[in-house]
């Protein structure tokens, strides 16, 4: 199966910076990838899928890029609402996530 | 609007059985395939069945297959996960997630559009 590997796994920011998460595949995905967000206690919400698609609803300030092995996610303004847990996913199947990237209030 | 509400979670003995429902709503049930994902207390994300939209191809992953079964019922825009010989570690929040992609001839591409608020299954003695 293909590992997903995501840093760093906790990120402290302020409101207003501009945050990058990476995604590592343990091979080729293509950009068969997907970011999402999930608050404590909630289901996680789609944000990007095939590596760089804003899902419809989603703010302009999220973004997805990379290709191949190597992908980001960024807030180029982060938003009180933000604060969250960030996965990835691959998804050539079977599906697998990353371990996840907790964005917190600095 | 797309809703989807599972059901059906608990407290289980190891080595017993139980099965989760997810009733659809706000979309054609039978036109998307539908997944099962799970998350144990304070941990990630993990994928754990998938049903193709006529329920006649399915996927699990490693960790549940020969215990789960996943099925639906497109006249009930239900899908169903049927759990048995339950482990301590399938103790987690189950979520359905309806899929979007596709699938060509020998891979399928579905990442996982719109999700439930899940249900808890607690496999302890």
């Known amino acids: 199966d293909i590992q997903m590997t995501q840093s760093p796994s906790t990120l402290s920011a302020s409101v207003g910076d501009r945050v990058t998460i990476t995604c590592r595949a343990s091979q080729s995905i293509s950009s068969w990838l997907a970011w999402y967000q999930q608050k404590a206690g909630k289901a996680p919400k789609l944000l990007i899928y095939k590596a760089s698609s804003l899902e419809s609803g989603v703010p302009s300030r999220f973004s997805g890029s990379g290709s191949g092995t190597e992908f980001t996610l960024t807030i180029s303004s982060l938003q009180p609402d933000d604060f969250a847990t960030y996965y990835c996913q691959q998804y050539n199947s079977p599906w697998t996530f990353g371990q996840g990237t907790k964005v917190e209030i600095k | 609007e797309v809703q989807l509400l599972e059901s059906g979670g608990g407290l289980i003995q190891p080595g017993g059985s139980l099965r989760l429902s997810c009733a659809a709503s706000?979309?054609?049930?039978?036109?998307?395939?539908m997944s099962w994902v799970r998350q144990a207390p304070g941990k990630g994300l993990e994928w754990v069945s998938a049903i193709s939209g006529s329920g006649g191809t399915t996927y699990y992953a490693d960790s549940v297959k020969g215990r789960f079964t996943i099925s639906r019922d497109n006249s009930k825009n239900t899908l169903y996960l049927q759990m048995n010989s339950l482990r301590a570690e399938d103790t987690a929040v189950y979520y359905c997630a309806k899929d979007s992609g596709y699938c060509s001839s020998t891979s399928c591409y579905f990442y996982f559009d719109f999700w439930g608020q899940g249900t808890l299954v607690t496999v302890s003695s």
């Open positions: 706000g979309f054609t049930f039978s036109s998307y395939a």
